[in-house]
């Protein structure tokens, strides 16, 4: 079974500093996910990275992905409130049918 | 875009009913999951569906059963409700081969 670990997995944060969240997984997998969740709401797609050494970034956040070291990180720049939220990662089975998601990282950005 | 929705949000039943949560997507995906979601256990996939008929079992199918007769319909059944099913629910679908799964609102459980 394949297995994917995020940390941390609780993140407090003040406005304006930076950091990262990262994501293992067990086995070999051509595919990663980034996602939010608001609470109380359903996920929202973020990032696909789909080959070693992507990096995606959409406004504070960038998305890496290193499949050798089966290692993404997700980099949070000059953090705001609206950043706060719960984040997870996900990696898809070799079948390409199953998908497995870390635990998740809570975010709290604090003014 | 891809909508998936669940049609109850929100529900209270009483241990020992049986429970149906419905989803339907409608972009013609192959695949359909199952997750509950509990804090600090983050998603657990009950069960997936690759092709109408077909199922497969997740990490968690205990206690759960699912139907898939038509392609945009994945339902899941607890044919006993337990308290501890207590949980919100969330149905997604992928494209075969697709690049993202989707996912809907999610459903509320409680089993009193």
């Known amino acids: 079974e394949l297995k994917v670990e995020q940390n941390p997995l609780f993140l407090s944060m003040q406005e304006g500093k930076n950091y990262t969240i990262y994501c293992n997984y067990s086995?070999?997998?051509?595919?990663l996910y980034w996602y939010r969740q608001d609470p109380g709401k359903s996920l929202e797609s973020l990032f696909v990275?789909?080959?070693?050494?992507a990096v995606k970034q959409e406004g504070r956040l960038m998305a890496s992905l290193d499949t050798k070291a089966r290692l993404s990180t997700l980099h949070i720049t000059a953090a705001v409130h609206d950043l706060s939220a719960t984040y997870f990662c996900?990696?898809?089975?070799?079948?390409?049918?199953?998908?497995?998601f870390g635990t998740g990282t809570s975010l709290t950005v604090i003014p | 875009d891809v909508k998936v929705t669940q049609s109850s949000r929100y529900l209270v039943k009483r241990t020992g009913e049986k429970v149906f949560l419905e989803c339907v997507q409608d972009?013609?995906?192959?695949?359909m999951f199952w997750y509950r979601q509990d804090p600090g256990l983050g998603l657990r996939l009950i069960y997936f569906?690759?092709?109408?008929?077909?199922?497969e079992k997740g990490d968690i199918p205990e206690g759960y059963s699912v139907s898939r007769e038509k392609k945009e319909r994945f339902s899941l059944i607890l044919e006993s409700a337990s308290t501890n099913q207590t949980s919100m629910y969330l149905c997604?679908?992928?494209?075969?081969?697709?690049?993202?799964?989707?996912f809907g609102e999610g459903s509320w459980l409680t089993v009193v």
């Open positions: 996900a990696v898809v089975s070799p079948t390409g049918n199953q998908f497995y």
């Open positions: 997604a679908s992928s494209l075969d081969g697709g690049n993202t799964i989707y």
């Open positions: 086995t070999t997998s051509d595919r």
């Open positions: 569906s690759y092709d109408v008929k077909m199922k």
């Open positions: 972009m013609d995906h192959e695949n």
């Open positions: 990275l789909l080959s070693n050494g």
